[in-house]
């Protein structure tokens, strides 16, 4: 997963580099190269964990996966689009020498985020395969460790930014 979101940060800028900076093309190889990691991906957890590929749906599983995981991956899709949107709004509007100010403040922000992801990830499929209560005690117990960790951080992080403002600019 690692290498794979190396790659799709440096294909823009490879592409750009060697062959065209137009984003006519840096984007789709971007595209490219994520459409490609998620196949190998795939490819190599069917392998490791030696997943028979055969279509059987059970239509009430799904259905309590989707409402329990729904928001999850509408989160998942919508999220990506609004946080690179925004900046596009933003230049348009007001011009593209405040970005920076915008853009450094939004990039501390999404940092923010890896930690309680990547506890999310870790949690998830624990919380999947628990009874109700169980799994909604263990969700509420790690979003107060998460809250009790992030608080202090975003503290810091916004008495620290017009410092970090004023270094970066």
């Known amino acids: 997963q690692t290498l794979g979101t190396i790659l799709f940060q440096a294909t823009p800028f490879l592409v750009a580099f060697f062959y065209s ?3 006519d093309v840096m984007i789709p190889a971007a595209l490219a190269v994520r459409a490609g990691v998620i196949v190998v991906g795939a490819c190599a957890t069917i392998r490791v964990l030696s997943i028979e590929l055969k279509c059987r749906f059970n239509f009430t599983l799904i259905r309590k996966m989707s409402s329990f995981g729904g928001w999850v991956t509408f989160g998942g899709i919508i999220s990506p689009i609004i946080m690179t949107i925004d ?28 930690f309680p992801l990547a506890v999310f990830r870790a949690i998830y499929p624990r919380i999947s395969k628990l009874p109700e209560m169980e799994a909604r005690a263990l969700s509420e117990r790690s979003v107060k460790i998460l ?13 620290l930014v017009p410092t970090l403002l004023t270094i970066w600019l």
């Open 21 to 23: 900076n137009s984003l």
């Open 87 to 114: 900046q596009f709004i933003i230049s348009a509007r007001i011009g593209s020498g405040s970005l920076p100010y915008y853009s450094i403040s939004n990039s501390l922000i999404q940092r923010v985020h890896i």
């Open 147 to 159: 809250s009790h960790i992030i608080t202090p951080t975003i503290i810091v992080g916004i008495l």
